[in-house]
Nanobody, 120 residues
Framework: QVQLVESGGGLVQPGGSLRLSCTAS????????MGWYRQAPGKERELVAT???????TYGDSVKGRFTISRDNPRRSVYLETDSPKPEDTGIYFC??????????????WGQGTQVTVSS
């Protein structure tokens, strides 16, 4: 079984600093794409950013130029950070990953989510 655990959410001031972390654990053979999604109250879940195993990134239109996704493959971790959060970035942030387990079965795994509130 593969698990993703996020950390780093909480209350952030507009224009402050936000850094989220997500680490995979369990019966992992290989991790492919990793990413972050978010869901604001009353809205559908949306893409924030994704990163491939070789570091190619994509960003949602609402965060381009403000958020940065990165990963540390030996640590099986993915990160999301910004130095310019806005109130509209408020929501639950979910980490996801495409993982081959030790039986070489591909799994799409989600973390439990971490709340981010951007407010003064």
């Amino acid at each position: 079984q593969v698990q993703l655990v996020e950390s780093g959410g909480g209350l952030v001031q507009p224009g402050g600093s936000l850094r989220l972390s997500c680490t995979a654990s369990g019966s992992i053979f290989r991790i492919y794409d990793m990413g972050w999604y978010r869901q604001a109250p009353g809205k559908e879940r949306e893409l924030v950013a994704t990163i491939t195993s070789d570091g190619t990134t994509t960003y949602g239109d609402s965060v381009k130029g403000r958020f940065t996704i990165s990963r540390d493959n030996p640590r099986r971790s993915v990160y999301l950070e910004t130095d310019s959060p806005k109130p509209e970035d408020t929501g639950i942030y979910f980490c996801d990953a495409v993982v081959n387990d030790l039986d070489y079965k591909q799994n799409h795994v989600w973390g439990q989510g971490t709340q981010v509130t951007v407010s003064s």
